[in-house]
Nanobody
């Protein structure tokens, strides 16, 4: 079982930056999808996958909303995942969650949030003037 714990959220002004971290404990081999999801303040919106990767592949996924502004990375040990967020805008506001899903192909990484099995508790990001 994989445990995840996020940190690094906060309040910033539009145009600011934050780096979120996700500490991973438990055994995370390369047969996993890992991702950052955002839960917006609107309860009608499902958690949106904003960035992620299938650990067997060098390909990184970014939602259109974050392309060119967000960067997903991991340290060499794979024990910490990061989401660097630049040029933040008010619409980036939300609770950000780190998640993992055991998978054997990168296509499984596009599963909706309700199908992902390991979650952290989230870290709040607020962007306002």
């Amino acid at each position: 079982q994989v445990q995840l714990e996020e940190s690094g959220g906060g309040s910033v002004q539009p145009g600011g930056s934050l780096r979120l971290s996700c500490a991973v404990s438990g055994y995370l081999d390369n047969a996993y999808c890992v991702a950052w999801f955002r839960q917006s303040p609107s309860p009608e919106v499902w958690r949106e996958r904003v960035a992620g990767s299938f650990l067997r592949s060098p390909i990184t996924y970014y939602a259109d909303s974050g392309k060119g502004r967000f960067t997903f990375s991991a340290d060499d040990s794979g024990n910490t995942l990061y989401l660097q967020m630049n040029s933040l805008q008010p619409e980036d506001t939300g609770m950000y969650y780190c998640a993992a899903l055991r998978a054997y192909s990168r296509h499984q990484c596009s599963k909706p949030s309700r199908d992902w099995t390991s979650w952290g508790r989230g870290t709040q990001v607020t962007v306002s003037a």
